[in-house]
């Protein structure tokens, strides 16, 4: 068999990137890993290539440096490229946003350039549905007005339209634009998972450290939102899932015409009180939570119209809130017990 060309993932040893890793070698691709470890350890490496019993190249270095990527480019016959590296929190995105555009906008200017440069026009962007900012209604279709409310959806916002005017001054460019909602749990092995640097702002990370008993209760921001149970409803993704999506879009490749916009979502809302609840299941114990006032910035409710993905990636989400539970309070006891 000829040895497959490689694909290179930014931010690959990050929590999405080092679940698609593993799904990408589980599907036969050969893979160029790039990270710096800003927001990830090196040991999460020698747990990608126990899971996908397969190795890959590991670089590391910025993606978003110019000199870099063209050695990398030079080095490798890569044909297509999965771009996760970047920063990703809204709050502190506030707090410094020259830094946001610098690293998720300017250094996707470098990526785009260097790929430009190498022949390969081949991409698969991490997006986000924060880019729909407060919709109109839901299910969220992604050709919804786009409205971001901080600086870290519209660097966003900036790169989808960054690829779209690219796709359209040249052929032969195909970019999927994945919009993420919200993406939780961790590999069921309880090897690979979301590993915050500091106290984690979500949902599902802020349960999983009170239920380990590291933090004492959970606030509930929010009780009187315009949803089924007043609390904040949102449309959460196994990460699996997502990563299997991952795999399903680069093999679509070659069917997009320019760049396109996909959601990936399973187009089911949950409220904070049914997560609550599924992950108390999950734990077999009550996990203590209180009512707080409503988080600034927040919607009340958010969820995808996944038919998009379905009709052009032939992907959609398998796995139920249970197994998101059950899956992400397996990587928090392995992470406490130091696995
Ligand atoms: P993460 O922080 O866990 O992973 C990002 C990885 O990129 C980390 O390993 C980090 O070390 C690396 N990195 C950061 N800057 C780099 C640079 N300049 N050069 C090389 N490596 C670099 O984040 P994640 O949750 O896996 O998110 C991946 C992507 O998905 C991000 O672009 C994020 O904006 C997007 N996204 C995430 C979510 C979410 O809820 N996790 C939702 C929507 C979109
Ligand atoms: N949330 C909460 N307590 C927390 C963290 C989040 O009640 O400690 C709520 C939040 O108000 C929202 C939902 O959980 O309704 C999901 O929040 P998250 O930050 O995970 O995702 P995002 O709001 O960015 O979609």
């Known amino acids: 068999m000829p040895t497959p060309t490689p694909i290179l993932v930014t931010g690959g040893a990050g929590f999405i990137g080092s679940h698609t890793v593993v799904e990408l070698l589980g599907a036969g691709h050969a893979v160029v890993v790039l990270d710096n470890f800003a927001n990830s350890k090196p040991s999460v490496l020698e747990r990608m290539r126990r899971l996908a019993g397969r190795d890959f190249t590991f670089v590391e270095g910025d993606a978003h440096d110019a000199a870099c990527l063209a050695a990398l480019f030079q080095h490798h016959p890569i044909t297509a490229v999965l771009h996760f590296a970047g920063l990703k929190a809204v709050g502190e995105s506030t707090q410094v946003p020259l830094a946001y555009y610098q690293h998720n906008v300017a250094g996707t200017l470098n990526l785009l350039e260097a790929m430009r440069g190498a022949g390969c026009r081949n991409l698969v962007f991490s997006s986000s549905a924060t880019v729909y900012g407060d919709p ?68 599902m990370p802020y349960l999983l450290k009170v239920a380990a008993g590291q933090h004492p209760f959970l606030e509930v921001f929010g009780q009187d939102y315009a949803t089924p149970d007043g609390t904040g409803v949102r449309d959460y993704l196994h990460v699996v899932d997502l990563a299997q999506g991952h795999v399903a879009a680069l093999n679509a490749l070659p069917r997009l015409d320019g760049a396109v916009p996909i959601n990936l979502g399973t187009g089911r809302g949950c409220s904070v009180l049914e997560m609550i609840q599924a992950m108390e299941k ?30 052009i990636l032939g992907w959609e989400a398998s796995r139920d809130l249970e197994t998101m539970c059950r899956d992400g309070w397996t990587w928090a006891q392995s992470e406490a017990a130091g696995a």
């Open 136 to 203: 109109a209604q839901v299910p969220i279709r992604e050709d919804f007005p786009r409205s971001a409310a901080n600086p870290y959806g519209r660097s966003k916002t900036m790169v989808e339209d960054i690829c779209r005017d690219l796709a359209l001054s040249e052929p032969g460019w195909h970019i999927a634009l994945l919009r993420y909602f919200n993406p939780v749990g961790a590999h069921p092995t309880g090897l690979l998972g979301e590993d915050p640097a500091s106290i984690p702002n979500n949902l």
């Open 282 to 311: 999950a734990v077999g114990r009550p996990i203590p939570w209180r009512f707080a006032p409503r988080r600034p910035g927040d919607i009340a409710i958010y969820y995808a119209d996944p038919a998009l993905a379905r009709e």
